[in-house]
T-cell receptor, first 115, second 113 residues
Framework: EAGVAQSPRYKIIEKRQSVAFWCNPI?????LYWYQQILGQGPKLLIQ????????DSQLPKDRFSAERLKGVDSTLKIQPAKLEDSAVYLC?????????????FGPGTRLLVL | AQSVTQPDIHITVSEGASLELRCNYS??????LFWYVQSPGQGLQLLLK??????LVQGIKGFEAEFKRSQSSFNLRKPSVHWSDAAEYFC???????????FGAGTRLTVKP
């Protein structure tokens, strides 16, 4: 079974530029999560999708961050414009239908550096 | 306020020695408890989880953890560490009645030859 795929693996941009990350969850998984992991900290949930609907985006900085999962499969997370403090690893995770965060599988992450 | 604390930022042990990583939580009720491992450049992998029942939980790769309600702790242990165990370890908690999950700041494990 293929795992959660993310791309790109690394990205370097300048502040005020835009960036987008892509995630393809495990086939058949209904729930998809995006986490932000700042160096030296644990992951923090940004947004959770159930199929193509948003379940929780309470910690998403909506003035600059956006995410979509249009067909209930893969997802894109965008930052526009980026700030220095957005430098982090962005992790995508997915879990099967009917199971919550206790059964989530993580992708390798996208490491973002904002200069 | 809900919180997860991993008091040790960095631990170094010799290969073959025993290991204990500490985790303390502050929640209104007993939450679900997890330990994850993250190797360099990799995503998080679940080592073990506790929902209820036996307070000593066995996980993958020879790890175990013990839930102690009186101490609000969920410490991770391994009797004999291997060089491949060098990684970052995260404790996480989630209330049983909602999807909120909080991670600790992590403990980086270095294994000496």
């Amino acid at each position: 079974e293929a795992g959660v795929a993310q791309s790109p693996r690394y990205k370097i941009i300048e502040k005020r530029q835009s960036v987008a990350f892509w995630c393809n969850p495990i086939s058949g998984h209904a729930t998809l999560y995006w986490y932000q992991q700042i160096l030296g900290q644990g992951p923090k949930l940004l947004i959770q999708f159930q199929n193509n609907g948003v379940v929780d985006d309470s910690q998403l900085p909506k003035d600059r961050f956006s995410a979509e999962r249009l067909k209930g499969v893969d997802s894109t997370l965008k930052i526009q414009p980026a700030k220095l403090e957005d430098s982090a690893v962005y992790l995508c995770a997915s879990s099967p239908e009917g199971q919550g965060r206790e059964t989530q599988y993580f992708g390798p992450g996208t490491r973002l550096l904002v200069l | 306020a809900q919180s997860v604390t991993q008091p040790d930022i960095h631990i170094t042990v010799s290969e073959g020695a025993s290991l204990e990583l500490r985790c303390n939580y502050s929640y209104g009720a007993t939450p679900y408890l997890f330990w994850y491992v993250q190797s360099p450049g990799q995503g998080l992998q679940l080592l073990l989880k506790y929902f209820s029942g036996d307070t000593l939980v066995q996980g993958i790769k020879g790890f175990e953890a013990e839930f102690k309600r009186s101490q609000s702790s969920f410490n991770l242990r391994k009797p004999s560490v291997h060089w491949s165990d060098a990684a970052e370890y995260f404790c996480a908690v989630a209330p049983y009645n909602n999807n909120d999950m909080r991670f600790g700041a992590g403990t980086r494990l270095t294994v000496k030859p």
